[in-house]
């Protein structure tokens, strides 16, 4: 209890001070919102008073137009000229009657209203009089007359009226000085009175920081401390993270030591992300932060940057190390997450940088570390060390992702297209056409040179509708000749993002007329797996339309036999890598036969690719293969070549089948 008693001391003396100081705002808050309420309302008085006045000057300058354009009307010669006087007159009439209407609509004093009665009686008297004068001077040329009834008759009247507009005049200033001398008085007033309790309440304010100070530097101490880490994981953040890159480029060039920067990037966490929820992403977030400080050493900073990009700042590293603490770092990631009972993989790709060969500077080791991460991303070998060549690598995808806009939306790419041959019939039953990018300055370029950088730019969707466009017209073109074909289109993982693709699909069908079973679209298993909830609903969207779906490169993906019998798909598509080496490898041949013989069972129809020998084709249909394609039958060709295979060719004497598209 002794112990308690300072701190309960020192407690009751602040309470005590901040009740005082309390009361002394209080007191001062009320006191002023009242004065200031009084002062602004004689104010307010004030400017309605200067409104006023401004209303009577208007009025007052309106009389006085009007009686010069009196005067020079007689003796106006031109009648153009006199026209235009008689345009001003009325005019300064139109002046002086809206002002004093907006006069009168105002609020008015007793005395301000009974001297608008006069000028308004005056007005009403005087109109007629005024208005013959006018009309005298218009179409009488006897200025003397003219004259002499401008003097007697109109003049006395508007000097009147003028007489009782300067009296409203001078009330008006008068009623606007004494409202401003009362709102000064009363600003003064105030002022005074809340110096007075202002001064108290901060004398009463800085005998309370002299209770407080120490305690207020303690917890600021605390809040930049809180400021340096982040909040979701408690490693260190950005800010902490440059602050110890800074020490560290320091202690190196002291002891003439490197070190290193790794900087990764979650694979598949915002899949997880969007199937499990943030909060299952989050708890990932935080597991990933507890397993790369387990194992990097106590002297390493691990530090989150935001997102799923964390950085490790690896102390006196020897660059020959570098593989393995990349191996080590990455392994510990690929041990399965587990959420209720749930296993989940993540995986993730690592960029390295080194001080002081590669960067010299705390956010150029960043950079370098990004970039490098970026080149393990796109290799698929989980880690890559900085190299300056990568830089131009970057450069060169930036300026190749714009000229692939551009290539779009211009309409310069090109597809081509390979036969397909029914094995029952061994006729053509279709064709899968594969998009070309003639680039002007980089020469010819298959889809796996741009496809990647599609789908980072953001280009993906654009590039899909391209293709499928472009292949579903020339379908019309080969129906009209009478090739009775069909189309497919191969979808991308990120087009299984994009829930506007059935409609989309859909007004294209509608467009080019072609029935949807005449389209078939091809996905590979991994990009259903990357994401099943959206992928799922879009492809049973699609199906429910009547378009055919097939699975594309069927063994060499996370086969998942429970997504298959769940995805409502028409056709499996053996990869070529098995095809192409059956023949002399058994085991490839067996995957070929069982591949089939599921894809049978399931009620699927199967297509093999990679079919460049006699034997292979005839080893393909005693397996029971319901099509095939490849270099046997007929290589990628041009439009204007594929016209002239369908006309003299021996497997296109039927055209009959499915075109696809890559």
């Not at 040179?449 to 980072?456: D, P, R």
């Not at 192409?580 to 013989?597: G, H, L, P, Q, W």
């Amino acid at each position: 209890m002794k112990l308690g008693t300072p701190h309960l001391g020192m407690g009751v003396r602040i309470g005590i001070g901040f009740v005082v100081v309390l009361g002394l705002m209080v007191a001062l808050s009320a006191i002023g919102l009242r004065y200031v309420a009084e002062a602004h309302q004689r104010l307010k008085v004030a400017q309605t008073n200067n409104i006023k006045t401004e209303l009577t000057t208007a009025v007052q300058s309106a009389l006085r137009e009007r009686a010069l354009s009196m005067h020079a009307l007689p003796i106006l010669a031109d009648p153009f000229e006199k026209d235009a006087e008689i345009q001003r007159f009325n005019a300064q009439g139109t002046v002086y009657f809206q002002a004093r209407r907006s006069l009168e609509s105002m609020p008015l004093t007793p005395a301000e209203s009974e001297i608008l009665a006069h000028i308004r009686q005056q007005t009403r008297e005087a109109y007629p009089e005024v208005q013959a004068v006018v009309e005298m001077s218009t179409f009488n040329d006897d200025h003397a007359e003219v004259f002499d009834l401008i003097r007697r008759v109109a003049m006395p009247r508007q000097r009147a009226i003028a007489e009782q507009v300067s009296v409203l005049l001078d009330l008006q200033r008068k009623q606007t000085a004494a409202a401003v001398r009362n709102a000064e008085a009363a600003y003064a007033h105030v002022r005074n009175l809340m110096l007075g309790l202002g001064t108290a309440a901060l004398l009463a304010g800085m005998t309370i920081a002299v209770f407080v100070s120490r305690r207020v530097t303690r917890q600021a101490r605390q809040l930049t401390t809180q400021a340096m880490y982040d909040p979701l994981t408690g490693l260190a953040n950005r800010a902490l993270l440059l602050d110890r890159l800074e020490h560290e480029i320091d202690l190196s060039k002291r002891a003439h030591s490197s070190f290193g920067v790794a900087l990764m990037d979650l694979d598949r966490f915002k899949e997880v992300n969007d199937t499990l929820g943030h909060d299952v992403g989050d708890e990932l977030l935080r597991e990933v932060g507890r397993r790369l400080k387990e194992t990097v050493r106590g002297e390493d900073t691990v530090a989150r940057l935001g997102g799923d990009e964390y950085v490790v700042l690896l102390h006196d590293l020897d660059p020959k190390d570098v593989p393995a603490i990349a191996h080590k770092i990455l392994a510990t990631l690929y041990k399965p997450f587990h959420w209720q009972n749930q296993s989940i993989d993540l995986g993730a790709s690592l960029g390295l940088s080194l001080y002081p060969s590669q960067c010299t500077d705390a956010s150029g080791l960043i950079r370098c570390a990004d970039i490098a991460m970026y080149v393990a991303k796109r290799s698929g070998k989980g880690h890559a060390l900085y190299a300056p060549d990568q830089e131009h690598t970057n450069r060169s995808d930036l300026s190749l992702k714009s000229e692939l806009r551009e290539a779009i939306q211009f309409d310069q790419l090109s597809l081509y297209y390979q036969p397909q041959i029914d094995h029952r019939s061994q006729r053509v039953a279709g064709l899968e056409a594969l998009v070309r990018w003639n680039h002007p300055q980089r020469g010819f370029l298959a889809p796996d040179k741009f496809i990647a950088l599609a789908e980072e730019a953001g280009l993906i969707g654009a590039l899909t509708h391209w293709v499928l466009r472009t292949a579903l017209t020339q379908l019309v073109t080969l129906h009209r000749e009478g090739h009775d074909l069909s189309m497919a289109v191969n979808l991308s993982a990120r087009n299984l993002h994009d829930m506007q693709l059935p409609a989309s699909i859909h007004a294209l069908l509608a467009e080019t007329g072609i029935s949807p079973k005449k389209l078939t679209l091809e996905i590979t298993e991994s990009a259903v797996m990357a994401n099943p909830t959206d992928g799922l609903a879009i492809l049973t969207e699609l199906d429910r339309m009547g378009v055919t779906l097939a699975i594309d490169d069927f063994g060499t993906g996370y086969s998942s036999l429970g997504y298959l019998k769940r995805l409502p798909v028409d056709k499996l598509k053996i990869d070529k890598s098995f095809v192409m080496d059956m023949e002399e490898n058994e085991n490839d041949a067996v995957i070929v036969r069982s591949t089939i013989d599921l894809a049978h069972n399931l009620g699927l129809k199967v297509i093999a690719e990679g079919v460049e020998t006699e034997d292979a084709w005839n080893i393909l249909g005693m397996l029971g293969c319901d099509y095939s394609q490849g270099f046997f039958m007929g290589r990628p060709m041009p439009v204007e070549k594929l016209e002239a295979w369908l006309r003299k060719s021996a497997w296109s004497r039927i055209s009959k089948g499915t075109l696809y598209v890559v």
